[in-house]
T-cell receptor, first 112, second 115 residues
Framework: KQEVTQIPAALSVPEGENLVLNCSFT??????LQWFRQDPGKGLTSLLL?????REQTSGRLNASLDKSSGRSTLYIAASQPGDSATYLC???????????FGSGTRLLVRP | EAGVAQSPRYKIIEKRQSVAFWCNPI?????LYWYQQILGQGPKLLIQ????????DSQLPKDRFSAERLKGVDSTLKIQPAKLEDSAVYLC????FGGGVFEQYFGPGTRLTVT
């Protein structure tokens, strides 16, 4: 059974700092991995999706990497801003089906 | 393009009462999902519809939860009777079709508190 773990559960950093969020999964035979952002009282917004054949994806100040063999993904946020404060969730798909398996998320606070 | 709409946004009920949530997906999206997100956890899929047919309801507690999607558009999720452990945010999502290549778009969720 696939399990997705995110560490740390919460993180507080000063504005401008570069930071890394971690996601690990127990079964490396994934189809793809996706990072989401969740703001209080709002739904999930997709940030980056990495196919199993890819090593990384970039969007603006965000860079997500994937190492299937070790069962790990990281989300790198450069030059963090208070507007980046949110909960970040990673989720994996085990095959081409729809089902997303989520981690518990990392709650990020960027202090001005 | 309008996003996924959900109502109500918040609901407080007593245990053993009934409650229903409504979801309107993005126009033209054939696939609709209901997720349950307990505080401090990631969302868990409850049920997936393809048009008005159920694709997967393996994690839906069928003794108390039910869902329908009439005419392949709007959907309702019902809990009857509610238990304390049902307190969670219920998220609705839709995608153009099922399958991992199609992005899921999430609504704002309904926060349910059972007292």
């Amino acid at each position: 059974k696939q399990e997705v773990t995110q560490i740390p559960a919460a993180l507080s950093v000063p504005e401008g700092e570069n930071l890394v969020l971690n996601c690990s999964f127990t079964d490396s035979a994934i189809y793809n991995l996706q990072w989401f952002r969740q703001d209080p009282g709002k739904g999930l917004t997709s940030l980056l999706l990495i196919q199993s054949s890819q090593r990384e994806q970039t969007s603006g100040r965000l860079n997500a990497s994937l190492d299937k063999s070790s069962g790990r993904s990281t989300l790198y946020i450069a030059a963090s801003q208070p507007g980046d404060s949110a909960t970040y969730l990673c989720a994996v798909r085990m095959d081409s089906s729809y089902k997303l398996i989520f981690g518990s998320g990392t709650r990020l606070l960027v202090r001005p | 393009e309008a996003g996924v709409a959900q109502s109500p946004r918040y609901k407080i009920i007593e245990k053993r009462q009934s409650v229903a949530f409504w979801c309107n997906p993005i126009s033209g999206h054939a696939t609709l999902y209901w997720y349950q997100q307990i505080l401090g956890q990631g969302p868990k899929l409850l049920i997936q519809f393809q048009n008005n047919g159920v694709v997967d309801d393996s994690q839906l507690p069928k003794d108390r939860f039910s869902a329908e999607r009439l005419k392949g558009v709007d959907s309702t999720l019902k809990i009857q009777p509610a238990k304390l452990e049902d307190s969670a945010v219920y998220l609705c999502a839709s995608s153009l079709f099922g399958g991992g290549v199609f992005e899921q778009y999430f609504g704002p969720g309904t926060r349910l508190t059972v007292t």
